[in-house]
């Protein structure tokens, strides 16, 4: 599948009930060949207005995250799990997580990045581990499959909790080493 079919058929898509309450498909945005992806759980308000990820407050406070530690958002992917806003921004449904999880899947196929980077718990249980915690295994690298994979805090919990903010950003430059660590193999 082209990145053109994927996309239009994401936007198409009217698999579960959010279809029919979004404004926009939020599909994702960046480098479609980039090493780095993030992968976000839903869309929110500002990201359904627009139809980009992370852009409301959250995502702003994100891209603070990427500028302080040196990464471009444009060298990156960025991407969620649901590309339509559950109502009222409340978690992602299993149900839709299964009939929306073939977008990211195939997103993931296209671009073959070598890191991916959970943003927020709901992620992290979905793509490293069901019973993934947030609080205890942030930062923390693994390999899955072709893939080394780790979770950060979700931006929205660092508006909420400020207290992680120095969590994030030491976890923030965990990801920009391995990211260097890739363009240091490659140059060898």
């Given at each position: 599948m082209t990145w053109e079919e994927l996309e239009n058929e994401c936007k198409n898509c009217k698999k579960c009930e959010l279809s029919a309450t979004r404004t926009n498909?939020?599909?994702g945005c960046?480098?479609?060949?980039?090493?780095?992806?993030?992968?976000?759980?839903?869309?929110?308000e500002n990201e359904?207005?627009?139809?980009?990820p992370f852009?409301?407050?959250?995502g702003k406070l994100?891209?603070?995250y990427l500028a302080a530690v040196g990464i471009e958002r444009g060298d990156v992917y960025i991407a969620n799990m649901l590309k339509c806003r559950p109502p009222k921004n409340r978690d992602p449904k299993p149900e839709e997580q299964d009939l929306c999880i073939g977008y990211l899947r195939e997103q993931v196929r296209l671009i073959r990045p070598k890191l991916i980077v959970c943003l927020g718990r709901i992620s992290a249980m979905r793509l490293i581990d069901p019973d993934f915690r947030i609080t205890k295994q942030h930062g923390q690298w693994v390999k899955r499959g072709q893939f080394e994979m780790c979770a950060v805090y979700h931006p929205?919990?660092?508006?909420r909790d400020p207290r992680r903010k120095p969590e994030m950003l030491t976890d923030m430059k965990s990801v920009k080493a391995k990211l260097d660590g890739l363009k240091g193999e490659a140059a060898e």
């Open positions: 498909c939020v599909f960046g480098n479609r060949n980039a090493d780095l992806m993030f992968v976000g759980e839903a869309p929110g359904d207005m627009t139809g980009v852009v409301g407050r959250a994100f891209d603070q929205s919990l660092l508006l």
